[in-house]
Structures are given as structure tokens and as C-alpha cells.
């Protein structure tokens, strides 16, 4: 018995041309222009040139309110991808955002979707930039769809979805790059809570804050995001975000935050004191004295236990007592290797060459050698033993010209 073999159906050839289904755009059939229009979105990638001849038919059947909702936006689709293959990314977004989420995925990996999603992060950061940078009293809305000609709710929309899919996918600083560039505070907000906080995002947000973001307002914002996170962190337990929550509320002005930061740790275990101690040190490195006497108002208005009296007068010495001055001083007392006879062979040689004259220049060089060899070491015994000495340099304006 003879057996036959069922034939493989071969593959579905490539479109030669797209001139048939660009002609069925002409008929008054629904159900034609729709069948020629999801075939020209199939095709419209590699025959592109020959649909561009098209593009007005295809955005007035886009924009027609009586056609079906699903025809118009193939018809955005078909469109959008032309104007992409043009390198048209304003048009092609423009209609790519009219075909809906259906047919522009921004978490598809294409390079028609990631050249959309580039040019919609342009164009709505530069909107938000605009908006916020200009004064006036228009609808926030009709201002950001004047910048940039799109539709602002759908770019809007569309964005949001992007960050959201970031922080879904863990790519929380991608997703606070832009919201940090589109100057969005709630959103600054909305992901680092998403990510725990996490400390390294949120250090990432007060660099960026401080090195990147131009518009003070938003800078003073972000910071004070910033600030309750890590607040939310050290509460949590998390005393080492003391270091940066304290550099935040300190460029906020924030005196009694700081001052409660420390108090919190004072009254915390011996090595929690330490750090408290350390973050002494480091504000009043930070040179401004006039908040560092607020924090140490504040902490003097506040009814501090006895038991933890000790530490805050160790910190109040640090803060207001000049404590620091006193450590400097010592270090370079000890650490000075000054020779004095070094000074007094010097003396002794200018004495010889210049007969003690007062017009000497080397004697003014002599001086200020002297004052580098022992500048805050305290030690004047020098200058005590010798200052009548000292005291006959007087070409100081020489000295600067040479320098």
C-alpha cells in the first residue's frame, strides 16, 4: 500500500511591494483599510520608502473621529514607524503615542522603541524644565504640551510607566536620574522609598542633588527628600546614616534636627557616643561657626538626663569650648622639628653679610622663614630672645613683589 507524505508548507514569502495595500487605503471598506493597514504594519519596516509616499493618508486616517479606535491607531503605528526609518523622532513619537501601549511597548527592546523612549525623555524633561522655570500663571498642562507640540498627559503617562518599570526591574538609579533631571520631587520621593531606602541610592541623591541639579529650589527639595529617608533609616536603627543625615540637615540650615541627631546618640551605647562625638568634630570642620552655635543653643534648651550629662559637655567642648583649636595646636607642637640653630647660624651670617642693616631683603626672608618654621606651634623662643632683632625687617613690599 502505497503511503503519501503530507507536503511541508513552505514559508510565507517577503512582500515584494506595498503598492496594493496602500491602495486599499482608498477604499470605503472598514474591513479592507484595517486588513491593509495591519499588513503594511508588518511590512512598513523594510518597505518604508514606498509607504512614505502615503504618510498624509495614513494621519488622516489616524485623526478620523469615525473611524473605529483600533483602526486609527494602527494607522498611527504604520505612521510612527515610517517617520522613525525618516529619523523623525518627534513625529514618530508623536504618533507613536497616539497608537497606544499596544503597539509601543517602552519596555520592548527594539531600536524604534529605545530611539521613542530617548526622544520622550527629552522632550518631557525639557517641558517640566520650562515649566518650572517660567513665572507665569498658565495651566501647567497646556504649558508643558506648548513646549514640546505632544500630547502631555500620554507622555506623561508613558514616562511614569518607564520608572516604574525601572524600579520594578531594580534600576532605581536609572529611574532617579530622570526623575532628578525632570526636577519631579514626588517621584525623587516614590523611589528611593521603593528601594528600602537604600543608603548607596540615596547617597547617589545627595551628590547628584549637590553636584548636578542647578535649580536651588529643587536642590533645597531633593536634600530635604533626602533628609527624611535617611531619617527614616536612622530610626530604623541604622546609626551609621547619622554621617549623612547630619551633612544633609546641616546644608539645610536645620539646626534642631541636628542637634536632636545627637542627642539621640548620647544617649545611645558608648560607641554610638563616639560617633556623635565624631560628628562634633566634622561640623565644626565644616567652618560655620554661627550653626554650630545653634546646635549647641538647642542642645543647652533641651532637659538632657544626668546620666548622659558627662558626654554633652564633652561635645559642648567640642562644639563652643575650642576644643578643636587646643588639639591642633598640640598635634603641631609635637609635631614641629624646628631647629632653632638653624635660625640663629642664619642670624648670625646675615649679621656678617648686610652689618645688621635694616634695608636688608634676606633679613625680611630670614623673618618669614622663621614664621613658617613655627607657625601654630606656640613656640616663640626665638622671637623672644631676638626681637629687637626681628623687628629691624622692613622691606615687606619687596618681599611680595619677589613672591
Known amino acids: 500500500m502505497m503511503s503519501f507524505e503530507q507536503p511541508t508548507p513552505a514559508p510565507p514569502q517577503a512582500v515584494a511591494t506595498a503598492s496594493g495595500y496602500i491602495a486599499l487605503l482608498q477604499e470605503t471598506d472598514i474591513n479592507l483599510r484595517s486588513h491593509a493597514l495591519q499588513k503594511l504594519l508588518e511590512c512598513v519596516d523594510s ?27 494602527t494607522a498611527a503605528a ?18 507613536a503615542l497616539q497608537a497606544g501601549t499596544e503597539h509601543f511597548d517602552p519596555s520592548h527592546k527594539s531600536p524604534y522603541v529605545e530611539r521613542l523612549v530617548a526622544a520622550a525623555l527629552d522632550a518631557y524633561i525639557a517641558a517640566r524644565n520650562k515649566m518650572l522655570d517660567d513665572d507665569d500663571d498658565q495651566d501647567m498642562t497646556d504649558t508643558l504640551a506648548a513646549a514640546v507640540d505632544l500630547p502631555f498627559q ?30 519631579e520631587t514626588d517621584k525623587v520621593r516614590d523611589i528611593l522609598q521603593a528601594s528600602g531606602p537604600s543608603r548607596e541610592l540615596l547617597k547617589y541623591a545627595l551628590t547628584s542633588a549637590m553636584t548636578v541639579v542647578s535649580s536651588k529650589a529643587f536642590r533645597q527639595e531633593t536634600m530635604a527628600v533626602v533628609a527624611d529617608s535617611l531619617a527614616r533609616l536612622f530610626k530604623e536603627g541604622s546609626k551609621d546614616a547619622a554621617y549623612d ?47 554650630v552655635n545653634k546646635v549647641a543653643e538647642t542642645f543647652n534648651a533641651a532637659v538632657v538626663e544626668d546620666k548622659f550629662k558627662d558626654r554633652w559637655e564633652q561635645a559642648e567642648k567640642v562644639l563652643v569650648g575650642g576644643f578643636p583649636a587646643e588639639l591642633a595646636l598640640s598635634f603641631l607642637y609635637k609635631q614641629s622639628h624646628a631647629d632653632r640653630l638653624i635660625m640663629e647660624t642664619l642670624k648670625k651670617g646675615l649679621e656678617e653679610r648686610s652689618s645688621g642693616s635694616r634695608s636688608s631683603v634676606l633679613h625680611t626672608a630670614a623673618v618669614v622663614t622663621h614664621s613658617y618654621l613655627y607657625a601654630g606651634t606656640t613656640n616663640d623662643s626665638f622671637l623672644r630672645d631676638y626681637l629687637d632683632w626681628m623687628k629691624k625687617a622692613s622691606n615687606w613690599y619687596v618681599l611680595m613683589l619677589l613672591s
Open 245 to 291: 543625615l547630619v551633612l544633609v540637615q546641616q546644608l539645610l540650615k536645620q539646626a534642631a534636627p541636628v542637634a536632636a541627631t545627637l542627642e539621640t546618640l548620647f544617649k545611645g551605647t558608648e560607641q554610638e557616643s563616639l560617633l556623635g562625638l565624631q560628628l562634633c568634630f566634622d561640623l565644626m570642620d565644616s567652618g560655620d561657626q554661627t550653626f
Open 78 to 95: 504604520v505612521a510612527s514607524r515610517v517617520f522613525f526609518h525618516l529619523e523623525e523622532s518627534h513625529q514618530a513619537l508623536r504618533l
Open 47 to 73: 518597505l518604508w520608502h514606498e509607504v512614505a509616499e502615503s504618510l498624509p493618508d495614513l494621519e488622516a486616517v489616524s485623526e478620523d473621529p469615525d473611524l473605529p479606535v483600533k483602526v486609527r491607531q
Open 154 to 183: 500620554q507622555l506623561q503617562a508613558m514616562v511614569h510607566r518607564l520608572l516604574e518599570t525601572s524600579c520594578a526591574a531594580k534600576q532605581y538609579d536609572h529611574a532617579l536620574g530622570i526623575a532628578l533631571e525632570a526636577r
